[in-house]
């Protein structure tokens, strides 16, 4: 797998779980491979050193509190309820 892919596939899987500091987290994980590369490491053994996509996804639902996961995915339900031409019926749910 290429750092391209790695990270790409790390970005929607943090996505998918509703991670709220996967540009911070892309960045450091696009880091680390550089500098194992600059180590000598070829880019396909520096992505395979990385820990999986799994792991690194279960972690940062770990680290994430959730009062801020909540918040999330709320914000995610209305902008639907909203895009669909429900969001009043949306806000008088949520009132309830």
């Keep these: 797998m290429t750092k391209e892919e790695f990270l790409k596939t790390l970005k929607s899987e943090l996505e998918k779980q509703s991670i709220s500091n996967i540009e ?5 994980y696009d880091e ?3 500098d194992r590369m600059e180590d000598g490491m070829s880019e396909e053994d520096a992505v395979s050193s ?8 279960h972690e940062a639902v770990l680290d994430t509190s959730v ?3 909540v918040k999330e995915r709320v914000k995610k339900s209305r902008e639907r309820a909203e895009q669909n031409g429900h969001g ?3 806000i008088t749910i ?3």
Excluded: G, R
């Design 94 to 96: 949520a009132i309830s």
């Design 88 to 90: 009043w019926l949306w």
């Design 32 to 34: 680390m491979i550089c």
């Design 50 to 57: 990385m820990d999986s996509i799994a792991e690194i996804v």
């Design 67 to 69: 009062p801020a996961l």
């Design 24 to 28: 911070s987290m892309i960045e450091y």
